[in-house]
């Protein structure tokens, strides 16, 4: 069981980037995700979550407006599309899961499955 982080990179401020989850060995529609991000001397934060019982979503207030969380079953992926990003959105994003399948909110300890990170930097 992973999960698998991508679409991290350099844009500048304003600009778009969309990070994807994708698993191996589960099916992602049958479990919480979880994004977070870690910026350098700083601890990791809940980004977006979306649930697995009905998809609920859920937002840190930093992003809300901003970020959309949404799943893509028949590639068993799920996507954070970022919008108007700001320097301070600069981190390592992670994707997570809960392997019980309650997971519902933002709070990293809820989670016990963990992609590697991809790095967004956000500079001109």
């Known amino acids: 069981v992973q999960l698998q982080a991508s679409g991290g990179g350099l844009v500048q401020p304003g600009g778009s980037l969309r990070l994807s989850c994708a698993a191996s060995?589960?099916?992602?529609?049958?479990?919480?995700i979880g994004w977070f991000r870690q910026a350098p001397g700083k601890e990791r934060e809940g980004v977006s979550s979306i649930s697995s019982s009905d998809d609920s979503t859920y937002y840190a207030d930093s992003v809300k407006g901003r970020f959309t969380i949404s799943r893509d079953n028949a590639k068993n992926a799920v996507y954070l599309q970022m919008n108007s990003l700001k320097p301070e959105d600069t981190a390592v994003y992670y994707c997570?899961?809960?392997?019980?399948?309650?997971?519902?909110?933002?709070?990293?300890?809820?989670?016990?499955?963990w992609g590697q990170g991809t790095l967004v930097t956000v500079s001109s």
């Open positions: 997570a899961t809960d392997s019980l399948g309650r997971a519902a909110g933002l709070g990293p300890w809820e989670y016990d499955i």
């Open positions: 060995g589960f099916t992602l529609n049958s479990y919480p």
